[in-house]
């Protein structure tokens, strides 16, 4: 598991939790962000959130828990 940690940017602040996200980690969609914060893999300030749409402050400290994915098994050739 990779934790990745932020600071919210006056910019950021009071936008959703999950909008944030989704411009701290470009690579990731705005789905799977939803899905980590409500496993409980988001925390801001230390706090688990739960709920993707709480807004974030300026300043806040946000802690991304992101689940390590197993590489799929290479195919096999056929006898």
């Given at each position: ?7 919210v940017t006056?910019?950021e602040?009071?936008?959703r939790l ?12 705005r789905t ?8 409980g893999a988001?925390q801001?300030n230390?706090q688990v ?10 300043g806040?400290?946000v802690t991304?828990a992101m689940?390590?994915f197993?590489a ?8």
């Open positions: 598991m990779q934790i990745l940690e932020f600071t006056p910019e602040a009071g936008v999950d909008r944030a996200l989704s411009r701290m980690l470009p690579d990731s969609s799977f962000l939803q899905k980590i914060i409500k496993d988001v801001c230390g959130v739960l709920v993707p749409r709480t807004p974030v402050q300026k806040m400290k991304v689940p390590e197993a799929p098994a290479p195919p096999q050739a056929e006898e």
